[in-house]
């Protein structure tokens, strides 16, 4: 069964609205905040590549090889910079805490800019059409 991307966003969304952590958590509820943002975004793209262009996922390479569609098979260069960044954000939220700052506060900024620019995404693919 595939995952349904809007899933991801709603879980990202119901995180943000609820107040279920306190101090050090909450930087950990943020960072899932940014993962599961990108991964609506990339299981959205991936998707689409598949029943698109019959593009079926490779074990290596496959978020660089995302980016790159996006540009090149779909013609969406308008989202590559937004996605790209968001990519960067999730590497960051996985492998890179100490980048963000120590205050909740940007935790919280940082989580609500990955979810605005996920939802931002999601909307633009959802009217995708291929144009071949």
């Not at 069964?1 to 943000?16: D, G, R, Y």
Request: with cysteine.
């Amino acid at each position: 069964m595939a995952f349904n991307p809007e899933h991801f966003i709603s879980l990202a969304q119901t995180l943000l609205d609820n107040d279920i952590c306190d101090g050090e958590e909450d930087k950990v509820k943020f960072c899932t905040i940014v993962n599961r943002s990108y991964y609506a975004i990339f299981l959205r793209i991936r998707d689409i590549l598949d029943k698109e262009y019959g593009e079926k996922p490779k074990e290596q390479g496959e978020h660089y090889r995302i980016r790159m569609d996006l540009i090149n098979k779909m013609g969406k260069g308008e989202l590559f910079n937004t996605f790209k960044t968001l990519w960067k954000e999730r590497v960051k939220a996985d492998y890179a805490l100490h980048t963000i700052g120590n205050d909740i506060d940007h935790f919280e900024r940082f989580a609500k800019g990955s979810l605005f620019s996920a939802e931002y995404l999601l909307n633009e693919l959802k009217s995708y059409r291929p144009n071949y």
